[in-house]
């Protein structure tokens, strides 16, 4: 790969395409990171075909090697493929801005539309089923052998026993050193080409603007007295050192936010509540935090200034390791690793679909019923995933699920 984005790297998409696709996911996907890579498998493998199942599963497998968002990070990335770095840009806008509005308008005090707990049952009941259907359709593709079915199958029992921030990341590194040594003959046919519309110089200065701004933020913060700056890095620190996701975050935003006084902790615990029940990216917490808080800026500046900074780090680690990232694939040895990290990619979703997802929504036999039902109607009669999440809804409200 030259420096220069080679002609064919061209974006096959428009941004008001995947700002369209996009802002139907911000508002209908509930149930949490995990369930959010099961709703983008839906929409741009199986229903758009935006991706391939390998090429989703890299990008998955990066993004979870990545500190930050990997639901955020992974819709970044399917934006920048199909329309360039714009693409990118309407992608996260449009998962993040529907949750984001609704958080600082909740710091303003404004009640937003009161969701029925039944039904917001039934909406995080459609979750098991989306994550039940990409765990079912990525094994048939991705672990096709008894190696990799093997290397699923103990990814998943070691993140059930060794739950921590860093288990996912062990578990790939180890699941991509078992496929280098194992899988080198069962190569299939070579993946499609992950073709990125900028060049590496780019990339180059997203990642010196990674550890640029971690390092001087907290040096200007020291020399100035300015309180927009002390937001700006508590929250860009918050969003570049977190892995696990976006539950992860939440002890790094409170000790950021709660001991200096800037948020009460009775505030901080309602609109993590609040958070919880809405869809898009949890990381939109931020967002309610920065409008809350007593300094100033706050209201929508503040807001908008803490939702800049938590996501700032997620867009600089994306865009910095993409380029480089479509190189690595490419190279016979990697491939092999990847292999092994796919399989694993697929184990740490069935044990995620189990917990949080599956522990956090299936309550009683009627729970389990209806995510049956949302299963079948997303495999045998292949509704949209969206049209799925309303009918779950109003079920929830009917029968009082």
């Known amino acids: 790969m030259s420096d220069s984005a080679p002609a064919e790297a061209t974006p096959q998409g428009s941004p008001g395409e995947v700002l369209a696709a996009f802002v139907r996911l911000g508002l209908t ?30 990008l998955l497998a990066l993004c979870q090697f990545l500190p930050g968002p990997a639901s955020s990070q992974a819709g970044i990335a399917i934006g920048v493929l199909r329309a360039g770095l714009i693409g990118g840009l309407t992608a996260w806008l449009g998962f993040t801005l529907p949750s984001a509005l609704i958080m600082i308008a909740a710091a303003y005090g404004i009640t937003a539309p009161g969701v029925d707990s039944a039904a917001l049952r ?39 026993v060794w739950q921590n921030a860093f288990a996912q990341i062990s578990i790939i590194a180890v699941s991509g050193l078992a496929g280098w040594q194992l ?21 180059i200065g997203c990642w010196i603007g ?43 935003l409170h000790a950021q936010v709660v001991p200096p006084g800037w948020v009460s902790d009775a505030r901080f615990i309602a609109g993590y509540g609040l958070a919880q029940a809405l869809p898009g990216p949890l990381f939109t917490f ?14 929508w500046t503040g807001g908008v200034l803490a939702l800049l900074a938590i996501f700032l780090p997620a867009w600089l680690l994306i865009i910095g390791a993409l380029p480089f990232w479509a190189w690595l694939r490419a190279r016979e040895g990697i491939q092999a690793a990847l292999r092994g990290i796919n399989a694993a990619v697929v184990g740490i979703l069935l044990a995620t679909l ?31 995933s969206w049209l799925v999440v309303v009918v779950a809804g109003g079920i929830g409200w009917v029968v009082r699920v």
């Open 122 to 160: 039934g909406l995080n009941v459609v979750a098991v089923a989306v994550v039940a259907q990409a765990v079912w359709g990525m094994a048939r593709t991705l672990c096709p052998d008894r190696e990799r079915a093997t290397i699923a199958l103990i990814a998943a029992v070691v993140l059930l």
């Open 29 to 58: 996907s509930f149930g949490g990171p995990t369930a959010h890579l099961g709703y983008f498998r839906e929409e741009f493998v199986i229903r758009r075909r935006w991706l391939d199942d390998r090429t989703y599963a890299d």
């Open 210 to 252: 990674f550890f640029g701004l971690l390092i001087a933020l907290p040096l200007a913060r020291a020399a100035f007295s300015c309180h927009t700056l002390d937001v700006f890095d508590s929250f860009y620190r918050a969003g570049a050192l977190v892995f696990g996701g976006g539950h992860v975050v939440l002890p790094l």
């Open 354 to 384: 189990y917990t949080p997802v599956m522990t956090s929504a299936i309550m009683m036999p009627l729970d389990a019923a209806l995510a049956l039902g949302c299963f079948g109607m997303l495999t045998l009669w292949k509704l949209p």
């Open 286 to 299: 931020a967002a309610y935090l920065g409008a809350v808080q007593a300094p100033e800026p706050n209201g």
């Open 183 to 203: 899988l080198r003959d069962s190569a299939p046919a070579a993946a499609p080409p992950l073709t990125v519309s900028f060049d590496r110089r780019i990339a």
